[in-house]
């Protein structure tokens, strides 16, 4: 029996192998078709107006000779969200959203201006063979980033922009920049302030920033992308409370930085109160005056300067000539500075600011100019918010010496307008009529830097570029660095064509009180009131 089975498995096992040495060289092979992909560019990815149609005509170029168009199918695809999530809101899932199914790709974009990753997939009916390519695409608009600029032009207001091409590094000038887009928005009355900020639930597009217009009648927000205006727009509509229907507000302050997302925003009213607006509070300004000592309470005569950190603020009591400051930014109420932190008291405020520096370990400086009130000397006040002034690390109390000069002329301290001071050297500039002045802290001496002659200066400022510094202060945008940096100065011409007779120049400045270097000039403006920049 034995025997039996094992002839009958070394049969089987014959029968095998020869059935497998007969299957040799039965088996047909084929080359696979494969794809590449030719006037696609991946390098540097393609730009195009929001509004605008998109266009991209690629080769395929197939690995088999006979293929055709209709061998394949195609998909282009943005991928968009943002994977991340805001407060109280669920996370935006990254996602591909399909715009064609044709070859070549034709469509009119609508996305918010931004950079896209765009999706080209190819497959080969014939294997299932998906091909797939990708590149950025950078959806702008003509009003994408750049310097935008109040101009009073006969006691009216005018935005120009000087909009700014990262690809070609260059400005191009728009005038009347919100007619040039079809913006509604009202402009009436004297102009005041323009303001670009990023801050936290601008609800107007999906995007934590915000553009500002300030004038004397009205105070609104534009949509940050094409500029486009409907009534909810107006201030009153970030407010809470009982606002009447004439409330504007004469200055915006704030102090967003990558490491506070949810800055308080202090806006200084026509009713000359200060509000706050606490973005981890409410996102809304309460009508509930800060400058008041209980919540609620009569307001005292403030100051119109704020200095803030982008969470507690400092504001002068000018009735009764002294430092107050919040708490929090919830709290609608001010107390007064600690009597020991030494701030000094019974003076008159003429001008007050923050020298903000984002990048991490930059101390936060405020500086103040200060005015005797029974003489027309000048202080000059620098302190750490909420440091003793008794560190004289940090600590500046000194009288302005305006003999103390090289140049020929008497300084007349007590008539300086514009004043700011340099975010990389600490030097307050200053000017007196046309003349430009440099005020040396460690020196206490004056330089005079720039005589404009004729001309009359309207504005002069070291600009707070937002993005100064990127995500967690980890990285430099170098250009916002370098334009933050230079003093921005405004000057008109009293003989020449009103809303043509402006200039805006930006010099860098130079250390051991160098000569100004001019940097750039752009000319064609009116009366320049106030600057801002719209950054990415």
């Known amino acids: ?200 639930r601008s609800n107007i597009v ?49 102090q967003y930085n990558n490491t506070n997302s949810s800055p308080t925003i202090y806006m200084y009213g026509n009713d000359n109160n200060w509000y706050s607006m606490a973005t981890n509070a409410g996102y809304v300004f309460k009508y509930t005056p800060v400058n008041v000592y209980t919540t609620g309470g009569t307001p005292f005569k403030v100051s119109p300067y704020v200095a ?31 009597p020991l932190l030494h701030y000094p008291t019974g003076y008159d405020l003429k001008w007050m600011n923050m020298n903000y520096y984002p990048e991490g370990g930059q101390v936060k400086k405020v500086y103040s100019i200060l005015k005797d009130p029974t003489s027309s000397k000048l202080y000059l006040l620098r302190f750490k918010m909420g440091a003793a002034l008794t560190d004289t690390a940090l600590y500046y109390f000194q009288p302005f010496m305006p003999d103390m000069y090289n140049s020929s002329d008497k300084v007349d301290i007590a008539n300086a307008t514009n004043f700011t001071v340099s975010p990389d050297y600490e030097y307050l500039f200053y000017n007196v009529g046309s003349k430009v002045y440099e005020y040396d802290l460690g020196l206490s001496k004056n330089f005079l830097m720039k005589d404009y002659g004729n001309a009359q200066i309207s504005y002069m400022s070291f600009l707070h570029i937002y993005d100064r510094y990127g995500l967690a202060q980890m990285t430099k945008n170098q250009n916002y660095f370098d334009w933050s940096s230079e003093l921005t100065i405004a000057t008109y011409n009293p003989g020449g064509a009103a809303g043509s007779n402006g200039t805006l120049e930006q010099y860098k400045i130079q250390p051991v009180n160098g000569a100004l270097q001019l940097a750039a000039q752009w000319t064609g403006f009116g009366k320049i009131v106030s600057v801002g920049y719209r950054s990415r």
């Open 1 to 200: 029996m034995r025997n039996i089975i094992f002839c009958i498995a070394a049969s089987l096992m014959m029968l095998g192998l020869a059935s497998c040495s007969k299957d040799i060289g039965n088996y047909s092979y084929h080359d696979v078709n494969v794809v590449s992909f030719q006037g696609f560019d991946t390098i540097n990815g393609y730009s195009t107006y929001f509004g605008d149609t998109l266009k991209i005509t690629p080769t395929l170029v197939s690995s088999k000779d006979d293929n055709k168009e209709d061998d394949y199918t195609y998909e282009w695809s943005f991928r968009i969200g943002t994977g991340q999530s805001g407060a109280g809101q669920a996370p935006d899932p990254l996602r591909d959203s399909v715009i064609s199914t044709s070859k070549n790709l034709d469509v009119k974009i609508g996305l918010v201006p931004g950079t896209y990753s765009l999706q080209y997939r190819v497959t080969d009916k014939a294997t299932g063979l998906v091909y797939p390519i990708r590149t950025n695409v950078l959806v702008t608009t003509e009003v994408y980033e750049g310097y935008l600029i109040m101009n009073d032009v006969n006691g009216a207001a005018r935005l120009d922009m000087l909009s700014y091409n990262s690809t070609l590094n260059k400005f191009t000038q728009y005038t009347d920049v919100l007619q040039h887009m079809g913006s509604t928005v009202p402009m009436s009355g004297k102009p005041y302030q323009i303001l670009c900020m990023n801050y936290t």
């Open 308 to 338: 803030t950190d982008g969470n507690a603020a400092i504001f002068y009591d000018a009735e009764n000539r002294k430092f107050v400051t919040t708490t929090n930014p919830a709290v609608t109420s001010v107390i007064d500075v600690n």
């Open 206 to 254: 999906a995007q934590n920033y915000g553009i500002f217009l300030l004038t004397s009648e009205n105070t609104n927000r534009v949509n940050q992308e094409t500029f486009a205006w409907n009534p909810t727009y107006n201030i009153r509509y970030l407010m809470l409370g009982d606002v009447p229907e004439n409330f504007t507000a004469q200055s915006i302050n704030g």
